[in-house]
């Protein structure tokens, strides 16, 4: 199987708490459209040599430009770097995995990302 290396979730964590922007109308409409409820879930990967790929790629891509633009207003799709941005401002460790929400009347997670 091969790895999809921009279908991942990127976040902060500081002191035990998640730190992730939060865009309500997206969240919205994917949880709408996919029949999802509840708060966001997520799911660290902790295979090193997975997460190193996955960094790879967020290096290859990265644009310094777009992080300066972002660093006081996150941007919906741009995880990697608003999480940068926030462990620049405040400190925090990267953290890299899947984000979802629960099926509405199901015990199964939809991963939107990862």
């Given at each position: 199987m091969s790895l999809n290396l921009a279908d991942i979730h990127f976040w902060v964590e500081r002191n035990g708490m998640i730190i992730?922007?939060?865009?309500?109308?997206?969240?919205?409409?994917v949880k709408k459209i996919n029949n999802l409820e509840g708060n966001k879930i997520y799911q660290s990967l902790n295979d090193k040599e997975t997460i190193k790929k996955y960094l790879k790629y967020q290096i290859s891509i990265f644009d310094v430009r777009t992080m300066n633009i972002l660093k006081d207003q996150p941007m919906n799709?741009?995880?990697?770097?608003?999480?940068?941005?926030?462990?620049?401002?405040n400190g925090g460790k990267l953290k890299v995995g899947k984000l979802g929400w629960k099926i509405r009347n199901k015990d199964d997670i939809w991963w939107e990302y990862g």
């Open positions: 992730d922007p939060e865009f309500i109308a997206w969240e919205n409409m799709r741009q995880c990697y770097i608003n999480s940068l941005n926030e462990i620049k401002k």
